[in-house]
């Protein structure tokens, strides 16, 4: 496995804890729902991150500050060089999908604005349901506006409707073939719950990133899978919660 230097085209910050990380190399490429994982300085394991969009050689990340590896990544600054593995993991299969449905829940919501792009140059436009807690932490609003048909929704009501996904999933109730979704567990947990036809982007604390250390395994209906290798996009009938 093979660790790519990248150079940081920019790292700015989105609100006062998500950050926008561009890395530049040549002949990147990534499938929505893939992550990279990142070698940041002085911290011994790498930490993933999924890719949020990937063209012309530059690949995006969207990270939130939650402690010391993301703190250090906020002082990397433009030209500075990292290492990074990346085309890691399973990502989303949209290939049937004409009537997606896309849910994102804080942070979850990264990876979706890679796959909703992949739909809009499909020529389709996806729903995509973004959940907050609030409404000053929400990023990336212009940009999913662009490629889909927003619907937010915020714990305390601070914009959109209010209350958690599955209430504005169903408050909402978008008709939808199937849908695509990121988020914390309890949200994936519920989304399964209410629809099976879905495929959910899981997170686990990774060792390896590459399949090696068995470190990431989840329950599923087929035994045990690593959330790096087999997923981290596994069927919303897949996993056992
Ligand atoms: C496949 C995958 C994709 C991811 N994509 C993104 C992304 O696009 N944007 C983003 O901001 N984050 C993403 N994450 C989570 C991200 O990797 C962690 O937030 C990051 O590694 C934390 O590093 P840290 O050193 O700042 O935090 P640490 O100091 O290591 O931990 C701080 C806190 O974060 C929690 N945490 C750390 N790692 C994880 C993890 N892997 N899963 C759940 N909780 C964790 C810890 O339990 C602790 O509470 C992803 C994780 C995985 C497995
Ligand atoms: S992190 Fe090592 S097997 Fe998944």
Excluded: H
């Amino acid at each position: 496995m093979e660790c790519r230097k990248l150079i940081i085209q920019s790292n700015r910050p989105l609100n006062a804890a998500v950050w926008e990380m561009k890395l530049y190399g040549e002949n990147l490429t990534s499938a929505p729902g893939q992550f990279i994982e990142l070698e940041v300085p002085d911290c011994c394991l790498k930490r993933p991150f999924s890719v949020a969009d990937c063209r012309e050689d530059v690949l995006t990340i969207l990270y939130k500050v939650v402690g010391e590896g993301t703190k250090k990544m906020t002082a990397l600054a433009e030209g500075n060089k990292v290492c990074a593995l990346t085309n890691l993991g399973k990502g989303f299969d949209s290939s049937s999908s004409v009537q997606p449905l896309l849910v994102g829940g804080g942070i979850g919501a990264a990876p979706l604005y890679f796959l909703a792009k992949e739909f809009a140059k499909k020529g389709i436009q996806p729903v995509i349901l973004l959940a907050f807690r609030c409404a000053e932490e929400i990023y990336y609003m212009d940009e999913f506006d662009e490629v889909g048909n927003v619907l937010i929704s915020t714990d305390n009501g601070s914009l959109g409707f209010q209350g958690n996904a599955l209430d504005a999933l169903k408050e909402y109730s978008p008709n939808f073939d199937i849908y695509f979704a990121c988020g914390p567990l309890p949200m994936l947990r519920a989304l399964a719950g209410f629809s099976d036809k879905g495929q959910l982007s899981l997170e686990a604390r990774m060792g390896c990133g590459f399949g090696a250390c068995m470190g990431c395994s989840i329950i599923t209906v087929s035994g045990p899978k690593r959330v790096c290798k087999e997923g981290p996009v596994f069927a919303a009938g897949e996993v056992i919660f």
